[in-house]
């Protein structure tokens, strides 16, 4: 079965001058406003492969626009129009314009459950990030309750997971608070409507801005690239979760003994579409529509 949509794996557009190139987005400005274009690159092991996920970059944008109004109420967004007249068809459905915001220079994470570095942690000092938790945990356990852990932005590699103390001394005491706050509130609002569609948000982590004098929610939100979505009807704690993201890819990568250095290989057909269709399948669970 060969794959439906060529990967898109870069964007050029010269009628705007490009303002970055992440892993996976092009941003483009123009004045006041960005164009935050979402490709179809993944990365693994903090390097881009040479083989992109058709249609992922589609799924990641229209997810983060699913939510911003989903959860508009509890905090205003830096969204403005995803109208692409103009744009090359190509950009349609995978892009957003937005508000310049400030951003803070802090990853906004949320736990529910104990997994990934949060698990890590835990087994060798019985907290996460500082904050003690119950002894005998097993590995996808539900915590007593959300916690909020702050990490570093990292242009390369990991983000390093840091303190509360160490966010407030970062962002000001203030601001840490209130973005805490707003952290877990999105989570907690986010997890029960999940759940509702089968889907445990084990994890996510969002990025906060400020505009026009105002927190604002941006940049993607509750994606699969964001977040650990694990299948309700199939979650048993004491192990690791079958998810929505790139179980695929990370488990092709491993099988082949890829020493994680560059150059990054590429991926096998049928890998690739796996993996676009679980993105996919994320989407129409959550959205209960499929991907247009």
Same mark, same amino acid.
């Given at each position: 079965?060969?794959?439906?949509?060529?990967?898109?794996?870069?964007?050029?557009?010269?009628?705007?001058?490009?303002?970055?190139?992440?892993?996976?987005?092009?941003?483009?400005?123009?004045?006041?406003?960005? %164009?935050?274009?979402?490709?179809?690159?993944?990365?693994?092991?903090?390097?881009?492969?040479?083989?992109?996920?058709?249609?992922?970059?589609?799924?990641?944008? $229209?997810?983060?626009?699913?939510?911003?109004?989903?959860?508009? +109420?509890?905090?205003?967004?830096?969204?403005?129009?995803? =109208?692409?007249?103009?744009?090359?068809? +190509?950009?349609?459905?995978?892009?957003?314009?937005?508000?310049?915001?400030?951003?803070?220079?802090?990853? *906004? /994470?949320?736990?529910? @459950?104990?997994?990934?570095?949060?698990?890590?942690?835990?087994?060798?000092?019985?907290?996460? *990030?500082?904050?003690?938790?119950?002894?005998?945990?097993?590995?996808?356990?539900? %915590?007593?309750?959300?916690?909020?852990?702050?990490?570093?932005? #990292?242009?390369?590699?990991?983000?390093?997971?840091?303190?509360?103390?160490?966010?407030?001394?970062?962002?000001?005491?203030?601001?840490?608070?209130?973005?805490?706050?707003?952290?877990?509130?999105? @989570?907690?609002?986010?997890?029960? @409507?999940?759940?509702?569609?089968?889907?445990?948000?084990?994890?996510?982590?969002? =990025?906060?801005?400020?505009?026009?004098?105002?927190?604002?929610?941006?940049? &993607?939100?509750? !994606?699969?690239?964001?977040?650990?979505?694990?299948?309700?009807?199939?979650? $048993?704690?004491?192990?690791?979760?079958?998810?929505?993201?790139?179980?695929? /890819?990370?488990? @092709?990568? +491993?099988?082949?003994?890829?020493?994680? $250095?560059?150059?990054?290989?590429? %991926?096998?057909?049928? /890998?690739?579409?796996?993996?676009? &269709?679980?993105?996919?399948?994320?989407?129409? #669970?959550? !959205?209960?529509?499929?991907?247009?």
């Amino acid at each position: 079965m060969g794959l439906i949509n060529t990967p898109v794996l870069g964007t050029e557009l010269s009628r705007y001058h490009r303002f970055a190139r992440g892993k996976v987005r092009d941003v483009y400005e123009d004045g006041s406003r960005l %164009l935050i274009v979402a490709t179809d690159r993944i990365s693994a092991f903090d390097f881009i492969l040479a083989t992109g996920i058709p249609d992922k970059g589609r799924v990641l944008t $229209q997810m983060t626009l699913f939510w911003l109004d989903f959860l508009r +109420e509890i905090v205003p967004n830096h969204f403005l129009s995803a =109208e692409t007249n103009g744009l090359p068809p +190509e950009f349609a459905g995978r892009s957003m314009w937005v508000r310049r915001a400030e951003m803070f220079p802090i990853e *906004c /994470v949320a736990r529910g @459950y104990l997994a990934g570095s949060g698990w890590k942690d835990y087994q060798s000092t019985g907290a996460v *990030c500082g904050i003690p938790l119950p002894a005998g945990l097993r590995e996808s356990d539900a %915590l007593p309750s959300p916690i909020f852990t702050p990490a570093t932005k #990292a242009q390369t590699g990991h983000d390093e997971n840091i303190s509360f103390e160490e966010a407030s001394r970062i962002v000001g005491a203030e601001s840490a608070a209130r973005l805490r706050d707003l952290t877990l509130e999105l @989570y907690k609002r986010a997890a029960e @409507y999940a759940r509702s569609r089968g889907i445990i948000i084990a994890d996510t982590k969002f =990025e906060f801005g400020a505009a026009d004098g105002q927190v604002v929610l941006a940049d &993607e939100v509750l !994606t699969p690239d964001s977040s650990r979505f694990w299948p309700a009807d199939q979650y $048993q704690p004491g192990r690791a979760q079958p998810s929505y993201d790139k179980q695929y /890819v990370r488990d @092709y990568l +491993e099988s082949i003994h890829w020493n994680k $250095q560059p150059p990054a290989p590429g %991926l096998p057909e049928d /890998v690739a579409r796996r993996t676009s &269709e679980k993105y996919k399948e994320a989407y129409r #669970a959550l !959205t209960g529509r499929a991907l247009s």
